[in-house]
């Protein structure tokens, strides 16, 4: 029974060897698993159950919560600037508002977020 559990959920498993960059295998399809690097994530956007990775080489769509997923990450390099997204620190370039701006895009950070955001987003800059 747990193996039929097991093989129902979706895969995340953090992957380094020596001398490899840090990365995650995501389960992409039905069977097949994605080698993720950590630096190569831009976005997570919420689809409901499912959450869109968006990398600096494509897009990748996973059975798996935002929030479930964010807790995988490392907590240095992401943060949660609104209920539906997830966005690396250093791909952000520009902050007005509430909102941010990554690759062009524009991104509302949430009411509750704006604070803890813009100081985490400040005190890297400044580090």
Do not use: W
């Not at 997830?86 to 704006?114: F, H, M, P, W």
């Amino acid at each position: 029974m747990n193996r039929i559990i097991a093989l129902k959920q979706p895969v995340a498993s953090k992957s380094q060897g020596a001398g490899d960059k840090p990365s995650i295998f995501v389960k992409v399809d039905k069977k097949k698993l994605q080698k993720i690097y950590i630096d190569e994530i831009v976005v997570i956007e919420s689809l409901k159950d499912y959450i869109r990775i968006k990398t600096t080489s494509g897009k990748y769509i996973i059975h798996k919560t935002l929030g479930s997923f964010t807790e995988e990450l490392p907590a240095d390099k992401f943060i949660r600037i609104h209920r539906s997204y997830t966005i690396a620190i250093d791909k952000v370039q520009a902050v007005e508002g509430n909102c941010l701006e990554i690759d062009g895009i524009r991104y509302t950070i949430g009411r509750s977020y704006i604070n803890h955001v813009k100081s985490r987003i400040i005190n890297d800059a400044i580090t």
